[in-house]
Every structure is written in C-alpha cells, then in structure tokens.
T-cell receptor, first 112, second 111 residues
Framework: DTAVSQTPKYLVTQMGNDKSIKCEQN?????MYWYKQDSKKFLKIMFS???????INETVPNRFSPKSPDKAHLNLHINSLELGDSAVYFC???????????FGQGTRLTVV | DQQVKQNSPSLSVQEGRISILNCDYT??????FLWYKKYPAEGPTFLIS?????DKNEDGRFTVFLNKSAKHLSLHIVPSQPGDSAVYFC??????????FGAGTTVTVRA
C-alpha cells in the first residue's frame, strides 16, 4: 500500500484554467504538507496542516487554496493557472514537528 | 534566502568507496536535520535524521555527522553501491512544521 499517494501524476492544462491535485495518506499522521519543486529543483514548503488546521502558509498566491476534509487528505486547488505555476508539487505527511516527512510521488503540472 | 546549502551539485564515486555529502545551514534555530534520497519521477525518500543533541547517527551504510558550532552536517555512505545513484537533499527543521531543503547533490556511483 502506498503511504502517501497523490493524483494525478501528470497534469497539462491551459493558462487560466482551474485544477485540483488530491493527496491521501494512510500513515495515521496528524500533519500534511504541500511542497513545490521549481525549475531550479528547490523544494519549498507551501502549506502545512496539522489536524486539519492550517498552520503554515508560506506567502503563496491566494490562487492556491488547500483543503483538508480530514486528517488523511489534503487537496490543493489552483485557480487561474499561470505559466509560472508549472512545477512539480509534492504532498507529504508526518507525525508532527521535527519528525521525518514522507512524500508522495509528485504531480508534474505543466501550464501551456 | 537559502538557509540550507549544498554547495556541491554533483559527486561521482567508485562502487565500494565512500561517498561524502556536505550541507551547511545558517539558521541557528534549526534543531533537527534530515537527509532524503530522490530518484527521477519519484518523491523524496527519507534516509536518516539527527537531532541537535547528537553529533552522529548511524543506520547501516549511512552515517550523518552534525557539527553545530560550524553549522555543518555531512552524510557518509559506505560502501557506495550503484543503487545509491540519486539526488540527495539535506533538510532542516526548527520545530515549526516545515522542512527547509538544500538544492540537492546528484550522486553517481561508477561500477
């Protein structure tokens, strides 16, 4: 069983569209994250949720809206997609602060 | 502002030899450090971690060393194997529910 799974793995869409990426973890973790890996390969935190509550929003444009319906799920919705949003987005989960995070396989988003 | 730096973008090592990856950090509030391994088209996989109260942690072929005064950590892989060829990321946390990552070092293990 995959510990952290996200769908879709690849997403190609046009500028201006709205899209969602889904993430689920079966590890029983309380904390979930979205990270973005840009073209320079840096991995940067976008959001962190602990027990369904948003605890980190790292100056991400408000076109990005995370939603956590329960502790096992953290979805990412992106409105009005722009070319600069093209990147690989990783979902992750952990037991809490200062514990290792487990990552999903990533979603490669390409905006054309 | 990159608070975690991996200054060597790549490392080539012969199979059976030691691989040494280095990482420096600037934020003195960091107290938990991790190494991740990443294959193409996959997510990062956790390798090993170390708390700031320790200076060494070992797990099989992997050992992480922490030098707090120098704000430096390193990962030793002994012996290196072909399956170790991947990108290795150093990461740090300051008990704030986020990991700050370095830019990664691509390791190539030659047969």
């Amino acid at each position: 069983d995959t510990a952290v799974s996200q769908t879709p793995k690849y997403l190609v869409t046009q500028m201006g569209n709205d899209k969602s990426i889904k993430c689920e973890q079966n590890l029983g973790h309380d904390t979930m994250y979205w990270y973005k890996q840009d073209s320079k390969k840096f991995l940067k935190i976008m959001f962190s949720y602990n027990n369904k509550e948003l605890i980190i929003n790292e100056t991400v444009p408000n076109r990005f809206s995370p939603k956590s319906p329960d502790k096992a799920h953290l979805n990412l919705h992106i409105n009005s997609l722009e070319l600069g949003d093209s990147a690989v987005y990783f979902c992750a989960s952990s037991l809490g602060a200062n514990t290792e995070a487990f990552f999903g396989q990533g979603t490669r988003l390409t905006v054309v | 502002d990159q608070q975690v730096k991996q200054n060597s973008p790549s490392l080539s090592v012969q199979e059976g030899r030691i691989s040494i990856l280095n990482c420096d950090y600037t934020n003195s509030m960091f107290d938990y450090f991790l190494w991740y391994k990443k294959y193409p088209a996959e997510g990062p996989t956790f390798l090993i971690s170390i708390s700031s109260i320790k200076d060494k942690n070992e797990d099989g072929r992997f050992t992480v060393f922490l030098n707090k005064s120098a704000k430096h950590l390193s990962l030793h892989i002994v012996p290196s194997q072909p399956g170790d060829s991947a990108v290795y990321f150093c990461a740090a946390s300051g008990y704030d529910y986020k990991l700050s990552f370095g830019a990664g070092t691509t390791v190539t293990v030659r047969a």
